[in-house]
């Protein structure tokens, strides 16, 4: 069956360390992953995806996510962290099955403390 | 360019009655997305339309629910019904359906409560 999953519920980072928010996924032929990013009380918003091309992908508000094939991972990085990068963070994969489907990861929440 | 709007943002029904919630899509785009997201859970996807047509409805209950997007005017999310487990957040997306590769872009939500 095609998934996706993030492992981790709830990520803890201190500001200024550099943050990882992990995705895998199982899906059939070769997919198109998204990062999209949710504060309290709003619409997800679009962060970063990837098609094809460098496996490094930079998005918005310095975020970036690596596109592992071999490991069917597409990780999002950022450098360092800001209080204001708290949020739940959700990783999308899109993928033909005699039509185009998406479907997103449970979800990871981000806690950035001061 | 105005974003997806949804309303109403809030919707409060007791038990029996009918939601209807609405979403008009990003100017220029011809697909529409619902998802269901339940407190401290990530999104369910529930249906996919194009102008007229349902193109996906695998995520949808079978009964009571319903949704349209019609040539003029927003797309329509239909609760008949409605039950306490119906209380969720309904997020609709649109994208401009000339790539399959396009992210999609979200509304605020419409967060239903039954009492």
């Known amino acids: 069956a095609q998934s996706v999953a993030q492992p981790e519920d709830q990520v803890n980072v201190a500001e200024g360390n550099p943050l990882t928010v992990k995705c895998t996924y199982s899906?059939?032929?070769?997919?198109?992953l998204f990062w999209y990013v949710q504060y309290p009380n709003r619409g997800l918003q679009f962060l970063l995806k990837?098609?094809?091309?460098?496996?490094l992908v930079k998005g918005s508000y310095g975020f970036e996510a690596e596109f592992n094939k071999s490991q069917t991972s597409f990780h999002l990085k950022k450098p360092s962290a800001l209080v204001s990068d708290s949020a739940l963070y959700f990783c999308?994969?899109?993928?033909?099955?005699?039509?185009?489907?998406?479907?997103f990861g449970a979800g990871t929440r981000l806690f950035v403390k001061a | 360019n105005a974003g997806v709007m949804q309303n109403p943002r809030h919707l409060v029904r007791r038990r029996g009655q009918e939601a209807r919630l609405r979403c008009s899509p990003m100017?220029?785009?011809?697909?529409v997305y619902w998802y269901r997201q339940l407190p401290e859970e990530g999104l369910k996807f529930m249906v996919y339309l194009q102008k007229e047509n349902i193109i996906d409805e695998s995520g949808m209950p079978k009964e009571r629910f319903s949704a349209e997007f019609p040539k003029e005017g927003p797309s329509i999310l239909r609760i008949q019904q409605v039950v306490r487990g119906d209380s969720a957040a309904y997020f609709c997306?649109?994208?401009?359906?000339?790539?399959?590769?396009?992210?999609?872009?979200f509304g605020p939500g419409t967060r239903l409560t039954v009492l």
């Open positions: 999308a994969v899109r993928f033909n099955t005699g039509g185009f489907k998406t479907i």
């Open positions: 997306a649109s994208s401009p359906g000339t790539g399959d590769y396009n992210e999609q872009f």
């Open positions: 899906v059939s032929g070769n997919p198109y």
């Open positions: 100017k220029g785009h011809s697909h």
């Open positions: 990837y098609i094809t091309g460098d496996n």
